[in-house]
């Protein structure tokens, strides 16, 4: 079993930084493609960014495109998500997840690990 944990997450301002982790224990995820969701007041979860297994695929969504970077450190168990230019609309609970499979996928229903979330909060 796979547990996730994310970390990072707080108060910025408008046009500020943030780096979120997500750390892995009970099982490597050296295998394992994963993501990041989000989801804001009111909305459904939506995604943010995927990563394949060795960290040379990844993906975006549009709207976190040229801000948000996606990385991983195997060797650590960790993912990372920096996030720079953050806007009010990026407000969030970030979820971090991981899928079996070695190939990133932007598809919420493939991934079957999933972290307790990480506050973000940008105020304008």
């Known amino acids: 079993q796979v547990q996730l944990v994310e970390s990072g997450g707080g108060l910025v301002q408008a046009g500020g930084s943030l780096r979120l982790s997500c750390a892995a224990s009970g099982r490597t995820t050296s295998s394992y493609a994963m993501g990041w969701f989000r989801q804001a007041p009111g909305k459904e979860r939506e995604f943010v960014a995927t990563?394949?297994?060795?960290?040379?695929?990844?993906y975006y969504a549009d709207s976190v495109k040229g801000r948000f970077t996606i990385s991983r450190d195997n060797a650590k168990n960790t993912m990372y998500l920096q996030m720079n230019s953050l806007k009010p609309e990026d407000t969030a609970v970030y979820y971090c997840a991981a899928k079996t499979g070695r190939g990133a996928s932007v598809v919420e229903n493939e991934y079957l690990h999933w972290g307790q979330g990480t506050q973000v909060t940008v105020s304008s």
């Open positions: 990563i394949n297994w060795s960290g040379t695929s990844t």
